[in-house]
């Protein structure tokens, strides 16, 4: 009879610790699945509708900026001095603007799709149930903290770009005015 009991208990005990495991792995999975959810909106940002505004505005910096490359003059007429400076800052919008298209967002594209593959892979071996809880949590801490720093890099990156849309949006106006007046000199 009391082994009976005993075997019942450890029945129960069992199925106690497989279901603190199971819930457990459960919220790595849910965790895991939005990480990927997260990554793929920031991911679809960057290379959609953030990527055509850089575009459009390396378009429009462009068709500005041929006039002067095409018509560099010797001297300045008196009032073209106070827009000057517009057309040096529209460059390194220009400039900045392109490096985001063609350095920054390639490299932010590598680690995005290494870090979706490697989220999972992980999420696979949780969901077969292939890890252990010591390896599985060190797993989600590796993955987290690279997906924070993916993230991070990804914010920085498209706060700095619109924060150039802010400048050529402050000095496209001068550069109109510096264009009239080079024209009609």
Not at 45 to 53: A, I, K, P, Q, W
Not at 145 to 159: H, P, T, V
Request: charged share 25%; proline share 2%.
């Amino acid at each position: 009879m009391k082994l009976k009991y005993t075997f019942i208990i450890a029945i129960i005990a069992g199925l106690f610790f497989v279901s603190c495991s199971s819930k457990e792995e459960k919220e790595s999975l849910k965790k895991i699945e939005q990480m990927i959810a997260e990554s793929n909106l920031v991911y679809q940002t960057m290379n959609g509708t953030l990527l055509d505004s850089v575009n459009a505005y390396l378009d429009s910096a462009n068709i500005k900026l041929s006039y002067f490359k095409e018509n560099p003059g010797d001297t300045l007429p008196i009032e073209a001095e106070n827009y000057w400076e517009s057309y040096y800052h529209m460059i390194s919008v220009r400039k900045m603007l392109g490096n985001y298209k063609d350095k920054h967002l390639p490299r932010l594209n590598q680690d995005f799709e290494y870090s979706k593959q490697q989220l999972e892979n992980l999420h696979h071996d949780i969901k077969k149930g292939l890890l252990e809880d010591s390896v599985r949590i060190s797993y989600m801490e590796l993955e987290d903290s690279a997906y924070n720093f993916i993230m991070d890099q990804a914010d920085a990156r498209m706060n700095h770009v619109r924060a150039h849309f802010g400048k050529y949006t402050n000095n496209h106006e001068k550069l109109d005015t510096l264009l009239q007046i080079m024209q009609n000199d």
